[in-house]
């Protein structure tokens, strides 16, 4: 690993940049996060605005020649912030950055946190975007997931920004959860429809190492669903939204017609992005940078003048695996004339390879040279992707 240096941020890209804000915020931690987090203590939130603002203005020229085309602040919870911390940060980032050709603004929220106010300020500040963390219409799964909210308060959060003119909301819904049915499941995608945001993500649910949802499932206090439950959820989940006019256009992602999230966009294109705060993550020059995950020594660190991204050192292997992974998600695929021109012989040759048998299969369908996974793909998409990566 090694600091980034100002003197690599002077070179020109011709691209539409994004910019990431993390907020790591939390009432509370929900038992599947592995995000990093810390509790809302207020003078801590004041000192991470100003060190936000800060680093900004100390990274500016990461983007130089870059047009911003999106903002998103996640977390965390970034609905979390006051009213004041929010506008001094969008102003800060203002002052640094233009926002004259941004198209798309997001902000996360809890369902708990949205009000008439709060609506009212995202208009105010821009914010042209939201994406709120529902993951089940069912209390009891919210319950058990420690979310702040119940589904009523979902339904009526969506009321007041669809009303307030937050005309674009997408929501998040998470299946394959401990004790779920797929009729519990149906519950959950049929209010969605009601509602008909336009844009939905759709996330099996995981258990990573660390979680208090890991520790249930070690201690055997939970059972993990089954596969082929997941499955079946999946397939229901796809036939339900494009019923509905849903474009499934990356694998946990289904958006109504122009409205695909921009912003997520550019990390499956490998566009550049800015990320600022504790733990964010960067992608500028083709290399990507990441921030420390301890949010008083960003704070230190900052307001001492200092840059904390730190680069990631990839080899060809690496960008290639990395790049396979990527385009195989969405549905524009992956090209493997662009493969040959961009890693060489060697990686070209072993894609040609390996993708044969999942093309018989059914599990990859190509025209000319792009290959995409099929819906059956789709679902057992770790394992093809696994194989068709080079280390």
Not at 19 to 34: E, L, V
Not at 109 to 130: A, K, M, Q, T
Not at 134 to 143: P, R
Request: aromatic content about 10%.
């Amino acid at each position: 690993m090694r600091p980034i240096h100002n003197a690599m941020c002077r070179a020109q890209y011709l691209f539409m940049a994004g910019i990431y804000i993390h907020i790591p915020f939390c009432k509370k931690k929900c038992i599947y996060c592995d995000f990093y987090s810390i509790a809302a203590n207020p003078a801590v939130v004041d000192e991470y605005v100003s060190a936000l603002c800060r680093e900004a203005e100390l990274r500016k020229e990461e983007l130089t020649g870059d047009s911003v085309r999106t903002v998103y602040l996640g977390g965390g919870t970034p609905s979390l912030l006051s009213a004041q911390h929010l506008e001094r940060l969008t102003d800060g980032l203002r002052k640094v950055f233009d926002f004259g050709g941004v198209e798309e603004f997001t902000i996360e929220v809890n369902p708990d946190d949205v009000s008439e106010e709060l609506v009212g300020l995202f208009s105010r500040l821009g914010i042209n975007r939201v994406s709120m963390g529902v993951q089940s219409f069912v209390d009891e799964e919210l319950k058990f997931l420690n979310r702040r909210h119940d589904a009523a308060q979902a339904i009526r959060a969506y009321g007041l920004m669809t009303s307030g003119g937050i005309g674009n909301v997408s929501i998040d819904l998470i299946y394959g959860i401990p004790g779920q049915t797929l009729h519990s499941w149906q519950q959950s995608l049929d209010q969605a429809m009601q509602m008909q945001p336009k844009h939905i993500s759709c996330y099996n649910l995981t258990y990573e190492e660390g979680t208090r949802l890991y520790r249930l499932l070690e201690k055997g206090n939970i059972r993990e669903v089954h596969d082929e439950e997941c499955i079946a959820m999946y397939e229901q989940m796809i036939d339900v939204l494009a019923s509905h006019g849903y474009e499934h256009y990356e694998i946990s992602n289904f958006a109504l017609p122009g409205y695909h999230s921009r912003h997520n966009s550019s990390y499956w294109d490998k566009s550049p992005y800015l990320g600022l705060g504790a733990s964010a993550h960067s992608y500028v020059g083709g290399t990507r940078y990441y921030n420390t995950s301890n949010a008083r020594a960003y704070i230190s660190e900052i307001g001492q003048g200092r840059i904390v991204a730190e680069a990631e050192e990839e080899s060809v292997s690496e960008r290639y695996d990395e790049e396979v992974l990527l385009r195989l998600r969405t549905n524009r695929g992956i090209d493997a004339a662009m493969l040959r021109d961009t890693y060489g012989e060697p990686y070209y040759s072993h894609f040609m390879s390996e993708v044969r048998q999942f093309v018989a299969s059914g599990l990859i369908e190509n025209t000319g040279s792009v290959y995409r996974l099929s819906r059956k793909g789709v679902m057992l998409s770790d394992m093809v992707i696994r194989e068709l990566m080079y280390v």
